[in-house]
């Protein structure tokens, strides 16, 4: 019922930037938050970056300074602006919707764990 399409992965240089976007769509009545987190191999998935409906955000340690998440509110959108990139910031990104969704039999409820398919970034060094 909730679909996250992800875009703006791919290969940068260790000292680059990158963009990273979200949509979601589908039985989507209020959003509460939107995150990114990610995922490298053999680890487990991480959060990176989560911005409340009120704007509040909050950023792991290890990006904070480099990476900025902003939301867009009328396209149920949110994105992850990647500066300085590190090679340690190589992994899959996943974007997550934490929001009150209908289910398949029509039950609204909310629902923290609606995902993308994930975004590969990868940073050479």
């Known amino acids: 019922q909730v679909q996250l399409v992800e875009s703006g992965g791919g290969l940068a240089q260790a000292g680059g930037s990158l963009r990273l976007s979200c949509t979601a769509s589908?039985?989507?009545?209020?959003?509460?938050?939107m995150g990114w987190y990610r995922q490298a191999p053999g680890k487990q998935r991480d959060l990176v970056a989560l911005?409340?409906?009120?704007?509040?955000?909050n950023y792991a340690d290890s990006v904070k300074g480099r990476f900025t998440i902003s939301r867009d509110s009328a396209r149920n959108a949110v994105d992850l602006q990647m500066n300085s990139l590190k090679p340690e910031d190589t992994a899959v990104y996943f974007c997550?919707?934490?929001?009150?969704?209908?289910?398949?039999?029509?039950?609204?409820?909310?629902?923290?764990?609606?995902w993308g398919r994930g975004t590969q970034v990868t940073v050479s060094s």
């Open positions: 589908g039985r989507i009545s209020r959003i509460h938050a």
């Open positions: 911005i409340s409906s009120g704007g509040n955000t």
């Open positions: 997550n919707l934490d929001a009150d969704v209908a289910s398949d039999t029509g039950l609204w409820g909310r629902r923290k764990d609606s």
